[in-house]
């Protein structure tokens, strides 16, 4: 059966084969026991046909004995013979001694024998002696045993032959049935075996057609399409793959495309297929066909094995294009691509290089990198990375290496040193980045290095001079730590022991004063005043410098300061009939209580300098915001002052009007500019004598972002 | 045995103890006063040992303490009568010529009930004084411990 049968119609065809079979054994088993059935049947048959006519012929013999012996009457005489010979013929039979008891045939004996006795005695014509011995009952007694010992074995053989009967009976039924199934099982079979044989037929026949159609596409196709067997030799190739490698339609045998292969591509493509062939798997490759006479062109061949029914390694199939044009571009394109790569790789003027990173060499430098490092590229190429690293950069370069190639990064970017040629240092921006991996362990980066030798020797520079700077810088500040603690000491020991001398002047030129109250003369009083006098100027002067040390040595607690608030506080220090004028002053950044010093400052300056008007006007306005600065203008309608002695305004103890005229110690402006220059700003005065003056200020706006 | 003032003048320079005694004089309140040179003389007298051991047992009204003192200064001396539990309550005023405001904030942050700048015109020094001590010795109800008056 083809593999074209359906399983069912197996199974079925089966099924009816393994019936028939059967029904075949059975029939064979059965009609042997029926013919040993009625082979029992028919011994039985005979035995009975024996033992019925010998009880007869016996019971014949022994009436006609009696009527003789009674009558004496030949009639008699010849029954009795009669009876008598066949008897004994039976009894001759040896099948009657199997048909009957064994007992029977020697008491049949006797009886013979009792019988010819008395007759012979009545024919001696002794009748008494004859049927005395009749009396004697021996025959009667002997006779009724016969019978009764036959008709035993009788009755018993005729049950069985009714059996028997009935069996052979059943078995010929059975016989039947079998033989009808075993008919219909064979008429089953034959019509399956025959529908099958002409499904196949057909089926072979759809297959042969579609298999020609396969193969005139194939042939068609522009693909070449080849199967060889085990051993190289062809089984099929098709049109395209013939004329791809100039072959006949005949078998060119296992070798013949060798030599068509390019040389170049030959020992690589044996060595390919080779391994394929040992390992029985697929394979692809890329070579170029040389036909004599004709250009070379590439092809891709992909094979893979084949297998028979049984899975047994057949040969191979496969497939074989010609790639010739894509491939020929893609190889162009390639190497325009590698030229372009080259030229930027060569004119480079960072180093450049494909470093085996597993074997800290370098596989190729370009010129810049041979100038960096100063030697010839084949010397560079020789070289083991490791030693041409600096010591104390080692261990950071390993780490790069090894993590690299552990596929833990893929690349890095950090600062060491290379020895030159020439044995000097030089410090390189290395970048690396992995380019591919193999799977022994083998990692190809490309590799840049900068020379930052210059870079870090400035950078070297600056750090020793940015250290050597904080050095003198903390320098200083101990300096102006240590300044600062004396100023203090100074300061306070100004403000106490300064103080209590002229303290003790006065109060004892007092007490001299409160002594002399009867005696003392006029000039004696003037004089104790002078005392008196001198020494509360000094204890003024005093708490100014103090004032003005104070402002210098502060720190400054810098905030938002509302001036409009802090200047109209201020106003109301001063007496009421002056008339003042307060712009809009928003709001600096400073600290509240040295800007409201210098704001007192100024505007008691401008009180103090326009007293001799009849109307003191004095106002104070922001006049300018610009660049992140406030200008402030307190002006007044008082005496002014000479310009040409501006500069001194501002100075320590500088006046330019006498004491006489305006009391103050001359340190009040100078307070003022110092509280300004503090917070970054400027001050400036303008007046004409006679006519007022204005005293600028500049201060800084609001910070970004300062709490409003 | 020496006897109670019911005020205790820590000043070291004679000149001020003259001027303020003067000042003192001035309001009838001179022999309430018990004046010490420095620091050290001032918490013996105040915790009655040393010199002071055995003085009667009862506080100042008032203690004019000067800031700038041998041996302890007015700081030191000012801290020590408040961490004592027996002096903690006793009135100090600071009587110094300093106007820095970094003495005058520590002397409040370590107790003190009073700052006054000592004035430079003597008039307005006699003043100053003499005030201080009428409020604090006569007018002021002082902690219990104190020595009171006898007439009131």
Same mark, same amino acid.
């Given at each position: 059966?083809?593999?074209?049968?359906?399983?069912?119609?197996?199974?079925?065809?089966?099924?009816?084969?393994?019936?028939?079979?059967?029904?075949?054994?059975?029939?064979? +088993? *059965?009609? %042997? @026991? $029926?013919?040993?059935?009625?082979?029992?049947?028919?011994?039985? !048959?005979?035995?009975?046909? /024996?033992? =019925?006519?010998?009880?007869?012929?016996?019971?014949?013999?022994?009436?006609?004995?009696?009527?003789?012996?009674?009558?004496?009457?030949?009639?008699?005489?010849?029954?009795?013979?009669?009876?008598?010979?066949?008897?004994?013929?039976?009894?001759?039979?040896?099948?009657?001694?199997?048909?009957?008891?064994?007992?029977?045939?020697?008491?049949?004996?006797?009886?013979?024998?009792?019988?010819?006795?008395? +007759? *012979?005695? %009545? @024919? $001696?014509?002794?009748?008494?002696?004859?049927?005395?011995?009749? !009396?004697?009952?021996?025959? /009667?007694? =002997?006779?009724?045993?016969?019978?009764?010992?036959?008709?035993?074995?009788?009755?018993?053989?005729?049950?069985?032959?009714?059996?028997?009967?009935?069996?052979?009976?059943?078995?010929?039924?059975?016989?039947?049935?079998?033989?009808?199934?075993?008919?219909?099982?064979?008429?089953?079979?034959?019509?399956?075996?025959?529908?099958?044989?002409?499904?196949?037929?057909?089926?072979?026949?759809?297959?042969?057609?579609?298999?020609?159609?396969?193969?005139?596409?194939?042939?068609?196709?522009?693909?070449?399409?080849?199967?060889?067997?085990?051993?190289?030799?062809?089984?099929?190739?098709?049109?395209?793959?013939?004329?791809?490698?100039?072959?006949?339609?005949?078998?060119?045998?296992?070798?013949?495309?060798?030599?068509?292969?390019?040389?170049?591509?030959?020992?690589?493509?044996?060595?390919?297929?080779?391994?394929?062939?040992?390992?029985?798997?697929?394979?692809?490759?890329?070579?170029?066909?040389?036909?004599?006479?004709?250009?070379?062109?590439?092809?891709?061949?992909?094979?893979?094995?084949?297998?028979?029914?049984?899975?047994?390694?057949?040969?191979?199939?496969?497939?074989?294009?010609?790639?010739?044009?894509?491939?020929?571009?893609?190889?162009?394109?390639?190497?325009?691509?590698?030229?372009?790569?080259?030229?930027?790789?060569?004119?480079?003027?960072?180093?450049?290089?494909?470093?085996?990173?597993?074997?800290?060499?370098?596989?190729?430098?370009?010129?810049?990198?041979?100038?960096?490092?100063?030697?010839?590229?084949?010397?560079?190429?020789?070289?083991?990375?490791?030693?041409?690293?600096?010591?104390?950069?080692?261990?950071?370069?390993?780490?790069?290496?090894?993590?690299?190639?552990?596929?833990?990064?893929?690349?890095?970017?950090?600062?060491?040193?290379?020895?030159?040629?020439?044995?000097?240092?030089?410090?390189?921006?290395?970048?690396?980045?992995?380019?591919?991996?193999?799977?022994?362990?083998?990692?190809?980066?490309?590799?840049?290095?900068?020379?930052?030798?210059?870079?870090?020797?400035?950078?070297?520079?600056?750090?020793?001079?940015?250290?050597?700077?904080?050095?003198?810088?903390?320098?200083?500040?101990?300096?102006?730590?240590?300044?600062?603690?004396?100023?203090?000491?100074?300061?306070?020991?100004?403000?106490?022991?300064?103080?209590?001398?002229?303290?003790?002047?006065?109060?004892?030129?007092?007490?001299?004063?409160?002594?002399?109250?009867?005696?003392?003369?006029?000039?004696?009083?003037?004089?104790?005043?002078?005392?008196?006098?001198?020494?509360?100027?000094?204890?003024?002067?005093?708490?100014?410098?103090?004032?003005?040390?104070?402002?210098?040595?502060?720190?400054?607690?810098?905030?938002?300061?509302?001036?409009?608030?802090?200047?109209?506080?201020?106003?109301?220090?001063?007496?009421?009939?002056?008339?003042?004028?307060?712009?809009?002053?928003?709001?600096?950044?400073?600290?509240?209580?040295?800007?409201?010093?210098?704001?007192?400052?100024?505007?008691?300056?401008?009180?103090?300098?326009?007293?001799?008007?009849?109307?003191?006007?004095?106002?104070?306005?922001?006049?300018?915001?610009?660049?992140?600065?406030?200008?402030?203008?307190?002006?007044?309608?008082?005496?002014?002052?000479?310009?040409?002695?501006?500069?001194?305004?501002?100075?320590?103890?500088?006046?330019?009007?006498?004491?006489?005229?305006?009391?103050?110690?001359?340190?009040?402006?100078?307070?003022?500019?110092?509280?300004?220059?503090?917070?970054?700003?400027?001050?400036?005065?303008?007046?004409?004598?006679?006519?007022?003056?204005?005293?600028?200020?500049?201060?800084?706006?609001?910070?970004?972002?300062?709490?409003? | 045995?020496?006897?109670?003032?019911?005020?205790?003048?820590?000043?070291?320079?004679?000149?001020?103890?003259?001027?303020?005694?003067?000042?003192?004089?001035?309001?009838?309140?001179?022999?309430?006063?018990?004046?010490?040179?420095?620091?050290?003389?001032?918490?013996?007298?105040?915790?009655?040992?040393?010199?002071?051991?055995?003085?009667?047992?009862?506080?100042?009204?008032?203690?004019?303490?000067?800031?700038?003192?041998?041996?302890?200064?007015?700081?030191?001396?000012?801290?020590?009568?408040?961490?004592?539990?027996?002096?903690?309550?006793?009135?100090?005023?600071?009587?110094?010529?300093?106007?820095?405001?970094?003495?005058?904030?520590?002397?409040?942050?370590?107790?003190?009930?009073?700052?006054?700048?000592?004035?430079?015109?003597?008039?307005?020094?006699?003043?100053?004084?003499?005030?201080?001590?009428?409020?604090?010795?006569?007018?002021?109800?002082?902690?219990?411990?104190?020595?009171?008056?006898?007439?009131?």
């Amino acid at each position: 059966m083809d593999s074209s049968s359906s399983l069912p119609h197996r199974i079925g065809a089966g099924i009816a084969l393994v019936a028939l079979l059967g029904a075949a054994a059975f029939s064979v +088993v *059965a009609t %042997r @026991q $029926a013919r040993q059935t009625i082979e029992l049947r028919r011994t039985l !048959r005979d035995r009975l046909s /024996l033992v =019925l006519p010998f009880e007869s012929a016996l019971t014949q013999a022994e009436s006609g004995q009696r009527g003789y012996l009674l009558t004496a009457e030949p009639a008699y005489l010849d029954t009795y013979e009669h009876g008598r010979t066949q008897v004994q013929a039976l009894m001759a039979d040896p099948r009657l001694a199997q048909a009957v008891d064994p007992s029977v045939l020697p008491l049949a004996q006797v009886k013979l024998d009792e019988m010819a006795e008395t +007759v *012979a005695l %009545r @024919q $001696a014509a002794r009748p008494e002696a004859a049927l005395a011995r009749v !009396r004697e009952g021996s025959g /009667l007694h =002997l006779m009724s045993r016969i019978r009764e010992l036959c008709n035993d074995r009788v009755l018993a053989d005729q049950d069985r032959l009714d059996l028997l009967n009935r069996q052979v009976h059943t078995e010929l039924g059975h016989i039947a049935a079998c033989l009808l199934a075993t008919l219909g099982l064979a008429g089953l079979f034959l019509g399956t075996t025959l529908s099958e044989t002409w499904r196949r037929r057909k089926t072979q026949r759809t297959l042969r057609w579609q298999e020609a159609r396969y193969r005139t596409l194939v042939d068609h196709l522009p693909v070449g399409i080849f199967e060889l067997d085990q051993t190289g030799h062809t089984i099929y190739r098709n049109a395209a793959q013939r004329s791809l490698f100039g072959f006949s339609d005949a078998d060119p045998g296992p070798d013949a495309w060798r030599p068509l292969v390019h040389p170049e591509d030959l020992p690589r493509v044996s060595e390919s297929l080779a391994a394929a062939l040992r390992e029985v798997r697929a394979f692809h490759d890329e070579y170029r066909i040389c036909k004599s006479g004709e250009p070379e062109r590439w092809v891709r061949v992909e094979g893979r094995p084949s297998f028979g029914p049984d899975g047994e390694h057949i040969g191979y199939f496969g497939t074989l294009i010609d790639i010739h044009s894509e491939k020929t571009q893609m190889l162009a394109a390639r190497e325009a691509q590698e030229a372009h790569h080259r030229a930027f790789f060569e004119l480079a003027t960072a180093g450049l290089a494909l470093t085996d990173l597993a074997a800290r060499r370098f596989l190729s430098v370009n010129e810049a990198m041979c100038q960096l490092m100063g030697y010839s590229p084949e010397e560079l190429l020789e070289l083991d990375l490791v030693e041409l690293t600096h010591p104390d950069d080692r261990a950071r370069s390993e780490a790069a290496l090894r993590r690299c190639i552990d596929g833990e990064i893929i690349g890095d970017r950090y600062e060491k040193r290379y020895r030159r040629k020439d044995g000097s240092w030089i410090w390189v921006d290395l970048s690396f980045a992995l380019m591919r991996k193999d799977s022994e362990g083998g990692a190809i980066a490309a590799t840049i290095a900068v020379d930052i030798t210059e870079r870090k020797s400035i950078e070297a520079e600056m750090i020793a001079l940015n250290s050597e700077l904080e050095h003198r810088v903390a320098q200083r500040t101990r300096e102006l730590t240590d300044a600062n603690r004396e100023l203090e000491a100074f300061s306070y020991s100004v403000s106490h022991d300064l103080r209590a001398p002229l303290r003790h002047l006065d109060g004892f030129a007092g007490l001299l004063e409160r002594h002399l109250t009867q005696t003392a003369d006029e000039k004696t009083k003037h004089y104790l005043n002078r005392i008196g006098n001198a020494a509360r100027t000094m204890g003024a002067l005093i708490d100014d410098l103090l004032a003005f040390s104070r402002m210098s040595r502060q720190e400054l607690r810098t905030g938002a300061v509302d001036l409009d608030a802090l200047v109209k506080g201020i106003v109301e220090e001063f007496p009421d009939h002056i008339h003042w004028s307060i712009g809009s002053l928003g709001r600096v950044h400073g600290d509240a209580s040295m800007l409201r010093q210098a704001f007192r400052n100024l505007m008691s300056n401008a009180v103090k300098f326009s007293r001799e008007s009849s109307t003191p006007a004095i106002s104070v306005t922001l006049e300018e915001q610009r660049n992140g600065r406030h200008v402030y203008c307190v002006q007044d309608n008082g005496v002014g002052f000479d310009m040409t002695y501006r500069d001194k305004l501002f100075g320590v103890f500088q006046r330019l009007h006498p004491e006489s005229q305006f009391e103050g110690t001359g340190i009040g402006l100078a307070i003022v500019a110092r509280v300004v220059h503090r917070h970054g700003g400027d001050v400036w005065a303008e007046s004409t004598l006679g006519h007022g003056a204005r005293f600028y200020l500049s201060l800084p706006a609001l910070e970004q972002g300062e709490a409003a | 045995m020496t006897t109670t003032k019911r005020i205790l003048l820590v000043e070291d320079s004679p000149s001020d103890v003259e001027l303020t005694l003067e000042a003192l004089a001035t309001h009838q309140l001179v022999n309430e006063v018990v004046v010490v040179n420095d620091g050290v003389a001032a918490l013996d007298y105040l915790f009655r040992q040393g010199a002071f051991e055995g003085r009667e047992a009862s506080n100042p009204a008032l203690v004019m303490l000067d800031l700038k003192l041998p041996r302890l200064n007015g700081h030191e001396v000012l801290r020590a009568i408040r961490q004592n539990p027996a002096t903690a309550n006793v009135p100090v005023v600071i009587l110094t010529s300093s106007r820095e405001e970094a003495d005058l904030a520590q002397g409040y942050h370590e107790g003190a009930n009073a700052y006054v700048v000592k004035p430079v015109h003597f008039k307005d020094f006699i003043e100053a004084v003499g005030q201080l001590g009428v409020f604090w010795a006569l007018v002021n109800e002082p902690p219990a411990g104190s020595l009171r008056r006898m007439d009131s």
